[in-house]
């Protein structure tokens, strides 16, 4: 036993029901093989996120001893975690997107599928995004950003000399798809919520537009024949749904809807290897609903329902036989399903793959599942939020007010640790969706941009709202907490509405805007004054929305939580709150983790964080305080 499973088991022998919670392993990200016989995917089973492949037989995958190694050569990188993989055409190679540290200075590495030879794309650049592969493998799409450059550069690197071919520069620019001949390529570019997708002749430098109007989801790919292109893309349109361009020598035509809902945003598009049939994941009021498209007939077929209440990914088998979907639930973990298909219909089942036994029932004795809850906000506009209660405790209860990321990210049903531990503490968690969240349309996820962010502010005083007129919550024991995005939210409630919270929890928000738009990576800010204005144009405004600049107002005892990587929101953002609590003595703590980033990615960090929050939380709504941190 390792010294971290040693750790991690002392870790959770204290936390009691929740304990299995913790221990659980997460799967994601499949990719089959361009031969049939071997499946990528991505797990943090040994402790971090990691690559791993193994044999795709018979309906099973047979689970290798360890992951695929996709180190570094640079010794003044920490250990970089695995966030996306991209199988080459010819299997040859899986082009990883890694995460040193867990942080923003992303890297591109080829690595063979059984590690023994590996490559790295634009070592010397500040970082790199993955994108498509060329159909030949002889190119691989890449954005490469400078230091100190807000654009990146979207690039065709030819592998067989290393050089590479421009087409695009601007915020977020990434190369989505190349053409079956090589000869079309489709780009996106833009700031947040206002992303364009172009065309690429790259034999006459020729551009044009597939679709007008910016927009939020933008995704493209080719039709087999060339003669297509498929958008996954709500420009133009208030809902994500699959749109269809015809090319005529070269030239997009007019788009037209293949698959769409006009309550329903499409979450997700797998097509199959033939290029007849697409996979279609819907979000039906947070929960997902998988179809299956004939794209020459029109037939829908419905598909088996995973353990998990979301599917986070899909994608088909090389022979089309198959169908692997990435899945998790409230009790269930992010796991691995295999989808049979005969005759290239659905069958009625999908058998978990990894782990094995993901599809045993979980143990209705210790976690929760939520009920979703609908309430209005000030100005009328419907909110909606996921209530995990604790088990046998009528009545008004404790309750945490966990705040997402983003802001266009979603609460949905997914797998918490943090929120079952909580429940099983005797704390409930509500997970509001305020404006500005995604899966509501368009519209909505842009409720809350630049001026509008006061709304968003407002709507957490909505949350407290409905929670105590509606007796789900003690209104006396109410404590409000988020990541990122969330963390802001948090920061800015407390301030503005101090009277509401007994408790709070910011974990890598931020607190002074402009602070921000200094210190995080310049790509970021600047695909980011979309969301939440312009440093100069909008210096007064950003102030205002500040919680720094209010920090006076803030009396609730805070834990803030941060990740020593994480470039997104820079640590001086946290630092500087803790020491203005500190002068202002009002009670605090201070986690800081010094091997993550942005996010909580380790196991054992994981649990520490479970555990330190919910002894924060229960100390200051229940009673007696564990705090450790």
Known sequence: MT???????????????AADVLRAVSYRSPRPGPDGRLLAWVSDRDGRPRLYVGALVD?????????VPTDLDDPDL???????????????????????????RTRVLLVSPDGSRRHE???????????????????????????????????????????????ASGPAAVVCAVSGDGHRVVVRHGRRGDRHLELVDLRTGVRAELVPGGATVAEARFGVTGGMVYLHTDADRDRPALLAVPLHAGRPGIASPVAERSHDDLDLVALDPAGARAVLVWNVDGRSEAEMLDLRSGMLSPLPDPAGDVVTDAAFTRDGRGLVL????????????????????????AEAVLPPGADDAPDDDVLVSPTLHEFRADDGLTLTGWLFRPRGTPGPTPTLVWLHGGPEAQERPVFQPLFQALAAAGVAVFAPNVRGSAGFGRAFSRADDVHLRFAAIDDVRAVVGFLSRSGLADPARIGVAGRSYGGYLTLAALVRHPDLFGVGVDVCGMADLHAFYAGTEPWIAEAATSKYGDPGADADLLRQLSPIHRIDRLVAPLLVVHGRHDTNVPVSEPERVVAALRERGVPHSYLVFDDEGHEVHDLGNRAVFVREVVGWVGGHLIGASTRTA
């Not at 990435?326 to 089942?349: F, M, N």
């Open 3 to 17: 010294l971290a499973d040693r750790r991690l088991d002392r870790l959770v022998a204290d936390a009691g029901p």
């Open 59 to 67: 309906g099973s995958v047979v689970e290798p001893p360890g992951f």
């Open 121 to 167: 794309i634009a070592p010397g650049a500040a970082a790199v995004v993955l994108g498509s592969w060329s159909p030949s493998g002889s190119h691989l799409g890449v954005t490469v950003y400078g230091e100190g450059r807000g654009e990146g550069q979207a690039c065709l690197v030819d592998l067989r000399d290393g050089t590479s071919t421009v087409l």
């Open 78 to 104: 920490p250990p970089a975690d695995v966030g996306g993989v991209a199988w080459s055409p010819d299997g040859s190679w899986l082009a990883c997107q890694l995460a040193p540290g867990g942080g923003e």
């Open 326 to 349: 990435a899945s998790e639930g409230p009790t269930v973990a992010p796991h691995l399903s295999l989808v049979p298909l005969v005759d290239g219909l659905p069958g009625t089942e």
